[in-house]
């Protein structure tokens, strides 16, 4: 273990805080409404520290508060009936949701955006993308698995598609090969709507024991806080608010985001590591950092255990020692993971961690104040009641109204449209149709994704579902499909989401395996325009009405605003993640004919 | 022919994955005099005719357009090379 | 028999070594990086993956890993050892056979089911399959250009150190189509290809009888098997 | 902190596809005076106290033996880093 270097900087005291109540602070920078600022000086009853301020600002940020979005997902939960729960060990609200998949199995998986870091840097941005979802599986106590990834990107033939294509692709490739976990299935959709701002979004899927099972919090009184992994730097700082709160393309120069740049080797030792820990019982939980890092991660196993932490953040490593505390507190560097540890434990942990050369640090411990408590160097700089940053955030009820277009737009048929009326015009026909983008061959992507990879591998390309086995002596295994139709639910946001997970669920029943839960991206525009919360609403509807009638559970999911070029929204694409399970993978269905003579039939209307 | 050199390291703010491995490997080999490791690339780009103002002007360019990802890379330097260097 | 499997930091298909030494009947010793013991294994697997994140050049920092000493000499001793993929590249860094590797020549990492003509018989991986058999077995890589000087070629050609050549495509500009080499004495064999996940059906390369069902790699390991049943 | 440099290039008889990617995409942009591109690789090693003879030694020594494998790359400099030629 290597000690931090104090840093010379000094930082925004409490006291200084009390202090100095009329100080003007950046709150608008940091993507605060002037009546968030002022709601945070009630709940403290001063104005923040600048500590405080830059976790306040980061945590209510739309991307980690869904604070637009909240109302509307309740429905996933109240529309779950008790029938639909019966395979849910943990459901919608942590990492990810946990099915039980029967012999003692269990399988969590979960979807979520990098969008707009994958426009400015694709490779990095679509890489630090798998990370992060592959972190939430770890946080679970479960190893990861498999990774799918749903994109969309602009015309194929815009000059920036190139770019953002092969930079994404190789990125996605680069992270999930490098980690060692198959690419068992995703989609590739081109349309200009993206062009500005592609979709990427990143699947991954875990396995674990029942009794592995852990969830993130921190309980127990003396329990140590111990932050490990990569060292923090200066990557993403305020990337969280900043990318997530408003339109990228309005940003001046002081909203230009840092990048993140992952390591998957780094990744993939902590996964092994923290496997160990948790095989060992060395750990009480572990929280992954993701957006808004260590303000995020504290805040949240404080909110979800016995309430009181005391973290002395000097004692963070720093890749870079002239880090800001307020710059620590919303670094984004990727490959960290934050454990609670009992005290008698943390000599085993030490080995755990020094075998796998992952570099460690203490930072506190858990206590039964209530508050959440930041020191810098000896000062206080955070004090805070932890749910008021990490559950209790803004919740907007957003105007909402019925797109003006929508009706000529349906009105508007496909039916309308010239038909071919000779042999050679049906013939070019079909031929456009072949070479277009969106129906050729994706091989030139999903070659450069390793399905061989942990040797069980049932279903991937060109199969409609992807399908692994989770236990070698039966074959029980899961299959996962990922679908969503932006041109549908620009069209009708809930039917739309409602093909999609129809989508979804047919491309899991035809391999062989029975749908038992659902993951959900939802891309919008902005939440501040009214039709795009009404496209919002309704697909949140189509898609919980449509789990009641098909009698299967989300949960879990990842919600991304602001997706616009300009002031165009993309088209709302409610990304559906439908998982199943098989109780022998050796009976899976592949697509495509396997022997001469089969009988070929057509279901359905 | 005369070759221009252009030199690119990552931003220094940003994590170099590379560097680190390397940095690791040199303090497991107990080398405890470095401290840090960071990896760029060395581009060499042969001309074809003398090396003028507006030649390396243009390189100048590329470097920053073609040769580096502003976003995550440096420039760190475009030189002609010294034939005396090669050696 | 037993086969040591050593993982690195980085390694990814070590459990997918150990599980085709297990199918193929030997008893699997999983090893580690950073130990000096080779707990007395009769051959040794050094497993595909991105040890160190194939940072600096795909298997260099894990060629310098304390174990690796141990896999030296035992190779000098005549131990059946194993490189595959990553595991060829740590064998070619360590000069344990000849030539090195380079980004593919496409700059792509790529996966395929690879057909190979094996070209040697004589080593102790490859004993059990027939000379010129053709074989198909996984490759996933995005270093795997083999390359070495004129004279090197010339000489493992001649020396019939070329194990394996690709057939149909060369997937990566490996130089003569080389897939795989081996030492002079034939106990060090290297190559890109991944064995191990061709020894199971169902989770194997596609086969003209049955989707996912090859097990072109299973002799791999049924060779050495023999081999050390011959020298004991 | 004293930085020292160490430069490796791939050999000059390799096909470098990297190099050629870039060559290429210059000639498609109609930059035909570059005859061609070798993409290398710029170590910064930063060290901890000063840099004496013996420390410069043991780099060159690394440099050949873990920074570049000689079976395709040259080792093409060695140098502690002016800190003018940093600005
Ligand atoms: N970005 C991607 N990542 C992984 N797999 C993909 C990706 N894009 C397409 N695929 C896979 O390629 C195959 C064909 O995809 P697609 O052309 O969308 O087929 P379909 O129209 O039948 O859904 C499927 O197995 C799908 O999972």
């Known amino acids: 273990m290597t000690t931090a270097t104090p840093s010379p900087v000094a930082a925004d005291t409490v006291a200084n805080a009390a202090a100095t ?27 923040p520290t600048s500590g405080e301020l830059a976790m306040y600002s980061v945590m209510w940020s739309e991307h980690c508060s869904y604070k637009s979005s909240k109302p509307y997902l309740r429905q996933f939960g109240s529309k779950t009936t008790e029938k639909m729960r019966r395979n849910l060990m943990v459901g919608m609200g942590e990492n990810a949701g946990v099915v039980d998949v029967g012999n003692g199995w269990a399988v969590t ?45 602009g015309d194929i033939d815009d000059p920036d598609t190139a770019r953002v294509v092969h930079g994404v692709v190789s990125g996605i490739s680069f992270y999930g090969n490098c980690l060692g976990l198959p690419n068992i299935g995703g989609e590739t959709y081109f349309d200009s709507v993206y062009q500005a701002n592609p979709l990427v979004n990143a699947l991954a899927v875990g396995v674990l024991r029942h009794e592995d099972l852990h969830l993130a919090n921190a309980r127990g009184v003396g329990n140590k806080v111990v932050l490990f992994g990569a060292r923090t730097g200066g990557d993403g700082i305020g990337g969280a608010s900043i990318l997530a709160s408003d339109s990228f393309s309005e940003g001046g120069p002081t909203k230009r985001p840092a990048v993140q740049v992952g390591d998957p080797f780094a990744e993939k030792v902590l996964i092994e590591c923290c496997l160990e820990l948790f095989q060992q019982e060395l750990v009480e939980g572990i929280q992954d950092l993701g957006a808004a890092g260590i303000s995020c991660a504290t805040s949240e196993l404080a909110s979800n255990g016995d309430g009181g932490m005391f973290i002395e953040l000097e004692n963070v490593l720093l890749r870079d020692p002239t880090l800001t505390a307020e710059e620590i507190l919303m670094s984004e560097s990727q490959e960290r993971m934050m454990a609670i540890v009992r005290p008698e434990k943390l000599d085993g942990f030490l080995a755990v961690v020094t075998k796998w050369d992952v570099e460690t640090s203490v930072l506190g411990e858990v206590t039964d104040t209530g508050r959440l408590i930041i020191n810098w160097h000896g000062e206080e700089i955070v004090n805070v009641e932890p749910r008021t940053v990490a559950v209790d955030g803004p919740v907007y009820n957003r105007p909402v109204s019925y797109p003006t277009w929508i009706d000529a737009l349906n009105a508007d048929s496909a039916s309308a449209l010239a038909r071919p009326t000779t042999p050679e015009e049906l013939r070019e026909q079909v031929f456009r149709l ?41 074959g029980l295994g899961f299959a996962v499909a990922t679908d969503a139709n932006g041109r549908y639910c620009q069209l009708d946001p809930y039917h739309g989401a409602q093909l999609a997970l129809a989508e979804a669920f047919r491309n899991v029943a035809v391999t062989g395996a029975t749908p038992v839960a659902v993951s959900d991206c939802l891309n919008f525009g902005s939440p501040e325009n009214p039709e795009v919360m009404w496209q919002f609403s309704r697909a949140v509807e189509g898609l919980a009405d449509g789990c009641m009638a098909m009698e299967i559970p989300v949960t879990g999911g990842n919600v991304s605003f602001y997706n616009q070029t300009g002031d165009v929204p993309i088209h709302p694409t409610p990304v559906v993640a439908v998982l199943g399970t098989i109780d022998d993978v ?9 022997d001469d003579g089969n009988n070929i039939y057509l279901l359905g209307v | 022919m005369p070759t221009i050199v252009v030199e690119v390291m990552p931003k220094a703010e940003l994590l170099d994955p590379q560097g680190k491995a390397v940095a690791g490997a040199l303090s497991r080999l107990g080398k405890t005099r470095f401290t840090g490791v960071r990896i760029g690339k060395r581009f060499e780009v042969t001309v074809d005719g003398e090396v003028d103002a507006a030649l390396l002007a243009e390189v100048r360019e590329l470097a920053v357009d073609m040769f580096s990802n502003s976003v995550i890379e440096d420039v760190v330097s475009v030189d002609v090379l010294d034939a005396a260097v090669t050696a | 028999m037993r086969i040591g499997v050593i993982t690195f930091p980085g390694s990814l298909d070590d459990r997918d070594a150990i599980r085709a030494v297990a199918i193929a009947g030997a008893t699997p010793v999983a090893l580690w990086h950073g130990e000096h013991d080779l707990q007395g294994v009769d051959a040794i697997i050094l ?23 141990e896999v030296i000499s035992a190779a000098d001793r005549g131990v059946p050892v194993l490189g595959i993929c990553n595991g060829f590249q740590m064998l070619a860094e360590a000069r344990l056979v000849p030539g090195a590797h380079t980004r593919n020549a496409h700059q792509q990492f790529i996966r395929r089911d690879q057909r190979m003509r094996v070209e040697n018989v004589r080593t102790d991986w490859t004993n059990q399959f027939t000379a010129g058999q053709e074989i198909t077995i996984p490759l996933k890589n995005a270093d795997g250009r083999f390359v070495a000087d004129a004279d090197t070629l010339a000489r493992i050609e001649d020396n019939g150190q070329v194990v394996f050549r690709y057939i149909g495509v060369n997937p990566n500009g490996s130089l003569n189509d080389i897939a795989g080499v081996a030492n002079e004495r034939g106990n060090v064999v290297g190559l890109m290809p991944h064995p191990e996940h061709a020894t199971e059906p169902g989770f194997g390369p596609d086969t003209e009888l049955a989707m996912a069902s090859g097990v072109d790699g299973l002799p791999f390991f049924e060779s050495v098997i023999a081999s050390f049943a011959a020298a004991v």
């Not at chain 1, 993507?31 to 600022?37: D, Q, S």
């Not at chain 1, 050796?586 to 396997?594: H, T, Y």
């Not at chain 3, 497993?47 to 304390?66: E, M, Q, T, V």
């Open chain 1, 109 to 153: 998986f979960k979807i979520e955006s990098h969008n707009h870091p994958s426009y400015i840097e694709p490779f990095q941005g679509a890489a630090t993308g798998v990370g992060g979802i592959v972190r939430d599986i770890i946080s679970m106590g479960a190893r990861p698995v498999a990774v799918m990834d749903a994109l969309r990107f």
């Open chain 3, 47 to 69: 497993p595909g993956g991105f040890s160190y994140g194939d940072y600096l050049r795909a298997g260099a920092i894990a060629s310098h890993a304390p174990i690796m000493a």
């Open chain 1, 586 to 594: 050796a009976k899976r269905i592949p697509s495509g004919w396997q």
């Open chain 1, 21 to 47: 109540p009329d100080r003007e602070q950046p709150y608008a920078a940091l993507g605060l409404k002037p009546e968030e600022y002022a709601s945070i000086r009630e709940i403290l009853g001063r104005r």
């Open chain 1, 434 to 474: 072949l070479g277009s983008a969106n129906l050729a061959d994706k091989r030139w992507i999903t070659n450069q994704y390793d399905t061989y990879v942990l040797g069980n591998t049932a279903l991937s390309f060109p199969d409609d579902g992807g399908m692994v086995r989770v236990d070698e002596e039966s």
